[in-house]
Nanobody, 124 residues
């Protein structure tokens, strides 16, 4: 099992910045990629940004140039630096990780794991 713990959400005015963090723990053998998704009220969940184990990144078009995803591999932690925030960025942000685990010598995965979500609210 893998546990993802997010932090860093909150309320900010438009144009402001927030930094989200997500730490993965548990019986981790390896992490393939880590990323952030969000779900705004009345909308489907969407991918915001993802970073591979090799450091390759991908962003949804609406956040390119404003958000930066980074990863501390040794700590199994992923960050999302969000600058120039807009009201339309308001959503619950979820951390995602695709990981392989090993427990008592038994390997499994990779499977997707999710954090509990952290609210980001951007006021106009």
């Amino acid at each position: 099992q893998v546990q993802l713990v997010e932090s860093g959400g909150g309320l900010v005015q438009a144009g402001g910045s927030l930094r989200l963090s997500c730490a993965a723990s548990g019986s981790i053998f390896s992490i393939n990629h880590m990323g952030w998704y969000r779900r705004a009220p009345g909308k489907q969940r969407e991918l915001v940004a993802v970073i591979s184990s090799g450091g390759s990144t991908n962003y949804t078009d609406s956040v390119k140039g404003r958000f930066t995803i980074s990863r501390h591999g040794a700590k199994n932690t992923v960050y999302l630096q969000m600058n120039s925030l807009k009201p339309e960025d308001t959503a619950v942000y979820y951390c995602n990780s695709r990981a392989e685990t090993v427990v008592a010598g038994i390997w499994s995965g990779p499977y997707d794991y999710w954090g509990q979500g952290t609210q980001v609210t951007v006021s106009s």
